[in-house]
């Protein structure tokens, strides 16, 4: 392989004992999987072994579910993500968090604290977090709504580059002999003075070997496509058929250029829900041991949150009503709501099926089947225009990802899809191929070609 | 040595270089220590060796000073104490965040994350945060006022400690079987509606090791003193003389008592910057030799920002100006600045002068011996009624926490005055002789006996 090839990029999206809502059933699941450093460092170990470019942590600042349900809490991604800095070398580190519930400048800090930690292996999925639950957990009465969040994300990130550049690479001196630490010159205070925010202050931690982490993104809305034309270097998303992936990915690309951005320098990754099995008929019972561990009137329950319907609506042996709200209407998850509303209706699933299909990736494409039919969906889509790599969700958690490396990663890698080492240590950033981006503030004639922190 | 006798507790409190100003410009120092995480777990593991009870950073959200003057910038504390957990065993990490510039639900939730990933090493140093550059970062365009910040802290305490109660130690019930995996009467949301805060919901990560992180404050102001009697276990505090010490320690212990609380339950941990030499000669040469390296005029700068002075009115071999403002209408650091001007009245110093003592320990008493007259020093100030333990400021780093580890504490530990193992891993309140808090909703009758996640 050269570096000429283009290469599949593979992101591990870590949920406490997997994917499906009803892995912690499983014998072999620990259901304390949520709050155990082992269960993540051995995780974050398997990925770096299977030459993954990233792994990644969702989040959301409220008590997900009703705690009978599944599993529920988590580490605080960025907090636990510097843990796994210290017990891995090469993998990508990317935490989500929040734009309506944090402040520019805490935030910065710590990624770029992060960013110092891991030697520039940060990554930061931007959300603008949907639901009241969240707002009434920060002296709000109401969910924002969506258009505003929008808002608010655009200018924070505004001013997190700002504050992200206010060190130039090259502003610490230290010139002990004349007593110089540093170059005042070469900081730059935001003076920010916006709708949502006012940031006076440069960051109190030089810019990071990054300058800042990757910037990822997952919303699939409008709105959520104009900002990640606009910001985001990676993104999630959850497709259900090549057609679609195919359509959304053309779209991203279009707009990430019409934003005046290369678009090569936007990554798409579409999330799997692979469920392995030797042949496929232990594939298929596989997905069928998990699928009878769900209690369905808990699913019922989720799905008519997601639906914005009131409690008790839904019949589980019946399809979906047929007057649904528009998605204008919804000022949560829009473009969730709208995959699972068609996923209903194009495959005629009853409430009970769609249950069943959600169960195991929340509207991302579960595949079961052997390794190498697994191989062959992911090569179809890397192939044919659809994706520039995967979210690879497994279904249950540690065993899944085991599978996928051992099984699955091999085949990509005889195909020369996927790296087969890492090679030298780089950054998150230089691992999906993008440039480090240049300091706003710097003017080109004096810029460092060796940034100080590299 | 029992448990019977009273055992000494220390802090390492770690700033990238020493706590020197000049400590940087030696020719042993690394001018960028402050961002390399290698650096920090040298120190960390430094002071493990020497059986300390815990380290501390502390932090403002703001870039302190002009960079010139000396090293600026940090690792967030969260973020690098959550890196320094995986690299050490026994010691309490106590990270410094502001109540005026975070978000009760933020908070609770980086703390219990950090408590849990470092099996409940963690605490927390509580403060306001000073000073008008810190609240332009954050929306405000001036500083609130020293009550108004104290009043919030309380507030933000209050809910922080209903966060970190709102699961129950047994919420997690982990019944496969039934398909059940927490018990939702084990949930107590806050419903907090106050002055500052309003916080609906739980937190989203189970009760920690500790409960909560030991908390920790520093102020040492009217409305400090008040604070630290209400919630805090450690005090950090700056006193020059025994006497001044002393009267600090009867002080805040008949504040804990009469706030209701056991004064055993607040240890008092005076500053103290050792800078240590073979012989007595040798000690005033290696204090010297840090003088010599003080820039003066930006001692002068930083004396007129504490004092509130306009530029350039201080003369360097001149006193202090007999007119300066009263504390009352101090509005930063109340504390330190009346121990500043006392201690200038009290030995009768230059501007110069004071600058070269403040140089050392910015207000904590500098002692410059032996390690035997160390040891002295510290064994009076703990034997006499002035302190519970020490916060060691090495003026210099790594070399001063060196120095102290294997010069003064193998005196300590002969004298019977501090550990000589950790012995099995305990919490971090636990190496502080402090219980386990109770959870407040858990009823006394169905308290377990062993909470789920120690």
């Known amino acids: 392989m050269t570096r000429h090839t283009r290469q599949l990029h593979l992101n591990a999206f870590l949920m406490n004992t997997g994917h499906h809502e009803a892995s912690w059933r499983l014998p072999e699941s620990n259901p304390y999987a949520h709050v155990e450093l082992d269960h993540y460092i051995r995780l974050a170990r398997t990925a770096e072994r299977g030459t993954f470019d990233s792994l990644f942590l969702a989040d959301g600042p409220q008590l997900w579910s009703n705690l009978a349900q599944r599993p529920a809490g988590a580490l605080e991604?960025?907090?636990?993500?510097?843990?796994?800095?210290?017990?891995?070398?090469?993998?990508?580190?990317?935490?989500?968090?929040?734009?309506?519930?944090?402040?520019?400048?805490?935030?910065?800090?710590?990624?770029?604290?992060?960013?110092?930690i891991s030697g520039g292996r940060a990554g930061w999925n931007i959300v603008t977090t949907a639901g009241a639950e969240a707002a009434r957990n920060f002296g709000l009465e109401h969910e924002p709504a969506h258009a505003e969040r929008y808002a608010r994300a655009a200018e924070f990130l505004d001013v997190a580059l700002k504050l992200w550049d206010s060190w130039e690479d090259d502003a610490i001196v230290a010139d002990k002999a004349a007593g110089v630490w540093g170059d005042d010159a070469k900081i730059h205070p935001p003076q920010h003075q916006g709708t949502y925010f006012s940031v006076a202050g440069a960051l109190n931690v030089p810019r990071s070997p990054q300058g800042y982490p990757l910037l990822v993104q997952a919303g699939?809305?409008?709105?959520?496509?104009?900002?990640?034309?606009?910001?985001?270097?990676?993104?999630?998303?959850?497709?259900?058929?090549?057609?679609?992936?195919?359509?959304?990915?053309?779209?991203?690309?279009?707009?990430?250029?019409?934003?005046?951005?290369?678009?090569?320098?936007?990554?798409?990754?579409?999330?799997?829900?692979?469920?392995?099995?030797?042949?496929?008929?232990e594939a298929r019972a596989n997905e069928r041991l998990l699928e009878d561990n769900i209690v369905y009137t808990h699913g019922v329950d989720r799905l008519e949150r997601l639906l914005q319907l009131p409690p008790n609506t839904l019949e589980l042996d019946a399809p979906l009503p047929a007057d649904l709200p528009p998605e204008d209407s919804i000022e949560g998850a829009k473009s969730r709501y709208t995959l699972v509303v068609e996923l209903a209706r194009r495959d005629r699933l009853t409430v009970r099926q769609l249950i069943g299909r959600l169960g195991g990736g929340r509207g991302h494409l579960t595949f079961a089947g052997t390794p190498e039919q697994v191989a062959d969906a992911i090569e179809t889509w890397f192939t044919q225009g659809a994706a520039d790599g995967f979210n690879i969700m497994p279904a249950v958690l540690p065993s899944g990802l085991d599978a996928f490396v051992d099984h699955v990663v091999p085949i990509l890698r005889t195909r020369g899809l996927l790296r087969t080492e890492y090679g030298p240590r780089t950054t998150l950033r230089e691992r999906y191929g993008l440039p480090r981006p240049a300091n706003q503030y710097t003017r080109p004639t004096t810029q460092s070609a060796q940034p100080a922190l590299v």
């Open 77 to 116: 991604p960025l907090t636990l993500l510097t843990a796994l800095a210290t017990a891995t070398e090469h993998i990508g580190l990317i935490a989500t968090a929040s734009t309506s519930y944090n402040s520019p400048y805490n935030l910065a800090r710590k990624f770029a604290s992060l960013d110092i």
């Open 220 to 281: 699939s809305s409008e709105d959520g496509k104009a900002f990640a034309a606009r910001y985001a270097e990676a993104v999630f998303t959850a497709q259900q058929t090549l057609g679609d992936a195919q359509e959304f990915y053309k779209d991203l690309k279009s707009r990430t250029a019409a934003a005046g951005r290369d678009p090569e320098h936007i990554k798409v990754l579409p999330g799997i829900v692979p469920v392995l099995g030797s042949t496929e008929a």
